[in-house]
């Protein structure tokens, strides 16, 4: 038998206009924890979607322990202990979090010998005990709407121990959680590996790899890079490898250049349904030239306050001027037309509408107006042509170009056609929320050069985002909420990040 | 009292069947508005068997009713392959492919059942004449004061469907089959990563939909009406959605929606013979129940919650 548990062979797989995969060959180890590395859309889920039954490869084989396996469903992945845990978790919410590990292969007992039921009381039972031996706290009885994605998430694994999966698949599970979550599901990932358990860990984090994974293999458009032992390389090649070209983790910032001030908010406080303040009396102006960072931990109404100014929800009092002119009570198509753009932090709920094609999101806030449509009809010409210059120039990658499904691309290029769409607007305010959420180095590091760039051409920035070391590596002010109120408002370079901590924290003040 | 409960359990029971039958499809995940057309095929295949079946066993044979009962479920749920095929081999819109359902039972039986009769009496009439099924009353508790009445003159059927809904609620959170068809249609997702099978899933919960309605139709054609003829499609399955809606999907709320149906129809009723106004007064009345239920659907709908993904088309590619 080969040293592999599992091993992929010359593995091709096309989608239309795109080749997701394009002849992988990579063997795993029984009991390693072995990570893919790649940008979004480099094929990652792809890959290990073929191992995990759910689609066939074009070419290539499978080999399960040494023998040649045709995986056409989960279900026979299911039956050689290969189990997944989804990028997006597939559990019913209504359903207790016991009824969702059994589902699929539900437990049978009979009453009186011969009326069958399905006996969750022992599957509650054989859930506690597999909960206890690996650490993975839950209570097999709660409604899964009930508990935090955490849980959720550990509802997931639970499930593939239930079916006594030997080689786990993880696609990028610690998109969802908080850094203390993190911490505790990469504990749990070592603990089963030191159970004897084959972990496969999809990801675009380079601190997650290097902390727990023996190899790391790297996946570029489609083709594999390399494979490397983690303990022999640094985070900057593995980067580098993964983008193709060098990467520069902190942006080179030009000395600031202030012109007048843009934006006004005066008092501004915000209630939300349950009639609770969660923005209170907040003050503050943007200058032209000035990136005005907005620091703060999630849910201290720092979104409100740039739903506020985007006209998304109606503030409570206060007045929100731009260039002068008071905006408050403005429609949001007039807010945009004066000159405001606004990249939401809920990019595919608020940012595109996935199931349009590219150019139509690139043109959905001018398609009523020239080149996009004369006379109230809309001129496709005018919507391609757009379309293909912004997506030269912003470096975004789709299967079918100008006519993709927004669905069908990856969260890093959706969010690249956001900001392609409202720089292009060339509005004098720029909002964004979030912008680099979820993900990886590549798109990141494209982000953020945009974001200097606008502030370079002489616009305002408000900038809003959880990360601590973007927002000290972009702002020139810094204003940091806490509970609706900003605690403090100083130039950038008067703070040092453990100060931001500290404000952030309520704890000075 | 005694008229009050015994049509207002016949009134309800049908609906209670055919709601139940809805509860099934929709809570698999298939938007099911062709109750009504389900109904109407299954009471045509019943008394045609009946008809047919009388040539051999004579007018009053016991067996005739057991006879048009499983021929009703078994018209039924042959009908509503066509709904399962549109909705999950074709993934075509549900609303649509019910709709289709409704107009093509309508046609369809009123069609052959003319030629049927023409061929058996010569006669292209658009009715078959099957009576209405011997009926019983249960000795001790058809003695109970106000409540006796619910026991007597009580048709087969009525038995026969209590039985039944108690074995659907059964099969529907107590077994396999259960957990599996209401996770399709809250997340199929989860049922397919689970190793299910959400298509088959679908499909059988349509096609006991269809059977129950069939029985629910037969019901009204061989105890309530007497005959079957286009005037079955008089908007039964349209009232068991709208029981089931209020029922919030559940069996057991359910059936106290289509039993409050029921009574309030049979009390109203009473109420304007008993005040003896002209007929096409009465027909204006009958809708309060109707009225009502509607005010309280406006109340009451904000805490009912559909199954998640009822309507929505599975594709198992989609992320
Ligand atoms: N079901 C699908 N249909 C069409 N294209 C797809 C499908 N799934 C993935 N793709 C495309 O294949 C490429 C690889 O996707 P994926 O494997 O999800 O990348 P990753 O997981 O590395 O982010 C992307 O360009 C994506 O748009
Ligand atoms: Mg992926």
Redesign the interface.
């Known amino acids: 038998m080969s040293e592999y548990i599992v091993e992929m062979r010359h593995i091709t797989k096309r989608f239309p206009g795109i080749v997701a995969n394009d002849d992988i060959s990579i063997g795993i180890k029984k009991g390693e924890i072995f990570a893919f590395l790649g940008e979004n859309g480099a094929g990652k889920s792809t890959l290990m979607s073929m191992l995990f039954g759910?689609?066939e490869p074009d070419e290539g084989e499978i080999l399960v322990r040494g023998e040649k396996v045709k995986l056409s469903?989960?279900?026979e992945a299911?039956a050689l202990n290969i189990g997944?845990v989804?990028?997006?978790f597939?559990?019913?919410?209504?359903?207790t979090i016991a009824?969702?590990i059994?589902?699929?292969?539900?437990p049978?007992k009979k009453i009186g010998g011969f009326?069958?039921?399905?006996d969750c009381k022992g599957a509650q039972e054989k859930i506690r005990e597999l909960s206890k031996a690996y650490g993975l706290e839950v209570d097999p009885c709660q409604i899964v709407e009930t508990v935090n994605v955490s849980i959720q998430q550990r509802v997931e694994i639970l499930?593939m121990l239930y079916r006594e999966a030997e080689i786990l698949i993880f696609d990028e599970p610690t998109a969802v959680l908080t850094p203390q979550e993190i911490q505790y599901l990469l504990d749990i990932m070592e603990e089963l590996r030191n159970k004897g358990k084959t972990i496969i860990l999809i990801t675009h984090k380079l601190e997650e790899i290097k902390r727990i994974a023996d190899r790391c293999a790297i996946l570029r458009r489609g083709k594999l890079v390399k494979v490397l032992n983690v303990n022999e390389t640094t985070t900057q090649e593995m980067a580098n490898l993964m983008v193709g070209r060098e990467v520069v983790f902190e942006q080179e910032k030009s000395p600031a250049n202030f012109g007048e001030v843009l934006l006004e908010v005066e008092d501004l406080t915000v209630r939300n349904e349950d009639k609770f303040d969660v923005v209170k009396n907040v003050n503050f102006s943007i200058r032209r030239g000035e990136i005005f960072a907005i620091a703060g931990v999630s849910g201290n109404g720092q979104i409100e306050i740039a739903d506020a100014i985007a006209g998304l929800i109606k503030p409570q009092k206060g007045a929100i001027k731009l260039k002068g002119k008071d905006i408050t009570d403005e429609s949001i198509r007039r807010r945009t037309e004066d000159g405001m753009s606004y990249i939401p932090e809920d990019r595919q709920r608020l940012g595109v509408i996935l199931d349009f094609s590219l150019e139509d999101n690139l043109a959905i806030k001018r398609y009523y107006r020239e080149p996009f449509s004369q006379k109230g009809i809309l001129k496709r010409e005018g919507f391609q042509k757009f379309a293909e210059e912004l997506i030269d120039r912003y470096d975004i990658r789709s299967g079918q170009g100008a006519k993709t499904t927004t669905?069908s691309m990856s969260g890093g290029n959706q969010q690249k056609a956001i900001v392609a769409r409202e720089i292009s607007l060339e509005s004098d305010l720029m909002i964004f929320v979030q912008p680099t959420r979820g993900l990886d180095i590549g798109a990141i590091e494209n982000i953020q050069k945009h974001i200097l760039r606008e502030r370079d051409k002489g616009k305002a920035v408000l900038l809003i985002s959880l990360e601590l070391d973007e927002v000290m590596s972009l702002a020139d002010t810094i204003g940091v909420i806490y509970n609706g109120e900003l605690q403090k408002i100083s130039p950038a370079e008067e703070l040092t990040t453990n100060q931001v901590g500290e404000y952030m924290m309520g704890v000075k003040s | 009292m005694d008229t009050i409960m015994i049509d207002g359990l016949s009134f309800a029971l049908p609906l209670f069947i055919m709601a139940i039958g809805g509860i099934y499809s929709e809570r698999s995940g298939i938007v099911m508005l062709a109750l009504e057309g389900l109904q109407g095929f299954g009471a045509f295949v019943g008394a045609m068997t009946v008809i047919l079946s009388r040539f051999y066993l004579g007018n009053s044979s016991p067996y005739l009713i057991y006879i048009a009962m499983v021929a009703g479920m078994i018209g039924g749920s042959l009908f509503s392959i066509i709904h399962a095929l549109l909705c999950v081999k074709f993934k075509a819109r549900q609303v649509i492919s019910g709709v289709v359902v409704n107009t093509l039972a309508v046609a369809l039986t009123t069609f052959l059942t003319s030629v049927i009769n023409g061929i058996i009496t010569g006669e292209a009439s658009n009715k078959f004449q099957i009576g209405v099924s011997s009926r019983f009353t249960v000795p001790v508790l058809s003695e109970i004061p106000i409540f006796g009445g619910l026991f007597k003159n009580m048709y087969p059927f009525e038995i026969v469907i209590l039985v039944i809904a108690l074995y659907c609620w059964?099969l529907l959170y107590?077994?396999?089959f259960g957990?599996?068809l209401?996770?399709c249609g809250?997340?199929p997702?989860?049922?397919?990563?689970?190793?299910?099978d959400v298509g088959k899933t679908q499909f059988i919960a349509i096609m006991i939909c269809g059977a129950l309605s069939g029985l629910g139709g037969i019901f009204i054609a061989y105890s309530v009406s007497g005959i079957f003829s286009p005037t079955i499609y008089m908007g039964y399955g349209y009232l068991s959605i709208a029981a089931l809606i209020f029922g919030n999907w559940k069996i057991p709320r359910t059936f106290a929606v289509c039993l409050f149906f029921g009574f309030a129809r049979s009390v109203v009723y009473q109420l304007l013979l008993k005040l003896g106004m002209p007929s096409n007064y009465t027909d204006l009345f009958l809708i309060l129940p109707y009225v009502l239920t509607l005010l309280l659907l406006i109340f009451f709908s904000k805490h009912n919650?559909p199954p998640?993904a009822v309507g929505e088309i599975f594709d198992?590619?989609k992320?």
């Not at chain 1, 597939?90 to 359903?95: A, F």
């Not at chain 2, 997702?189 to 299910?196: F, N, R, Y």
């Open positions: 759910m689609y469903s989960s279900n299911a997944m989804h990028q997006h597939k559990l019913v919410d209504n359903y009824e969702n059994i589902l699929g292969i539900e049978i009326i069958p039921y399905v499930k669905r | 059964y107590k077994t396999k957990l599996r209401r996770a809250e997340n997702h989860s049922l397919d990563a689970a190793g299910g919650h998640r198992k590619s992320r």
